[in-house]
């Protein structure tokens, strides 16, 4: 069974469950799957249950596609992505994106839990992503392309869609929510970053890090999807002065940032 096929029975499987046109599409990253309790009339459906789906394997990430209402929108929400450290390959990191297209979403919001290398940040903030730094040794297009799914050679100048990222900085400003804004760096994982790693990121502009979202834009950007990409800053990654870190702290400084999020990420939706 080739891309192609196993996308369309994926995808096949969600329009059984749910028949509606799905506004916006929604990735949560590590800690940040709170977001689903507003969601209204919802759909729960495991990975697990969906044909040629990856399963996720990480804490934090619960393992499930939930789709209802939210601010007047129809959305469906991944709770719980799929990591290149956990093994998979990159075109199964990236296949929850592609099934999504293929149900018809143009928009899509990738967030992710990153250390923050820019001085100016602080645990906790928001920062909307404007660009990344592809540092993870892999590129989810690598290999055979399959013109229906997006060109061979795509553009890269607007990943993160200008529009999107306007929209959100107002309604930031509107919510009186601090946001930053930054490039994100993706590497491979699963350690976390040595003081030296972390001073190379920084000298060549790097203000968030991570081991996720890169893959997913790619791939949605590929496909012609409108993306906005939001980090929650959940360590400070500063080599001169890094403190031991571990997954669970990463989780703890999410959860409260949580309020903010979800009201910020609400409002977007609310007036895409």
């Not at 909307?128 to 795509?154: A, S």
């Not at 946001?179 to 990121?201: C, D, F, I, N, R």
């Amino acid at each position: 069974m080739n891309m192609l096929e196993k996308i369309k029975y994926s995808s096949d499987y969600l329009k059984k469950m749910y028949s509606k046109k799905i506004d916006i599409a929604v990735i949560l990253g590590t800690g940040l799957g709170s977001i689903v309790d507003e969601i209204e009339n919802k759909v729960v459906i495991q990975y697990k249950d969906i044909p040629e789906f990856p399963t996720s394997t990480v804490q934090g990430h619960a393992g499930e596609i939930i789709i209802g209402n939210i601010s007047g929108k129809n959305i469906l929400a991944m709770n719980g992505r799929f990591h290149y450290y956990e093994g998979y390959h990159m075109d199964q990191v990236t296949f929850g994106v592609r099934v999504i297209k293929a149900l018809g979403i143009d928009n899509i919001i990738i967030t992710n839990a990153a250390g923050g290398m820019n001085p100016n940040f602080s645990a906790g903030d928001l920062m909307i992503i404007e660009d990344h730094i592809n540092l993870t040794g892999n590129n989810p297009l690598i290999g055979h392309n399959f013109e229906e799914l997006g060109p061979r050679f795509p553009d890269m100048s607007n990943a993160y869609t200008r529009g999107f990222v306007d929209l959100i900085s107002k309604c930031a400003e509107d919510l009186n929510i601090k946001v930053q804004k930054g490039t994100y760096v993706a590497v491979s994982g699963p350690t976390y970053e040595t003081p030296a790693e972390l001073k190379m990121l920084r000298i060549i502009g790097g203000d968030a890090v991570g081991m996720s979202t890169v893959p997913e834009v790619i791939v949605a950007s590929h496909a012609g999807m409108k993306v906005l990409g939001v980090s929650c800053i959940t360590d400070m990654a500063l080599p001169d002065s890094l403190e031991p870190l571990d997954h669970e702290k990463v989780m703890d400084t999410a959860e409260k940032a949580k309020v903010q999020f979800i009201s910020l990420i609400k409002e977007v939706i609310k007036r895409i």
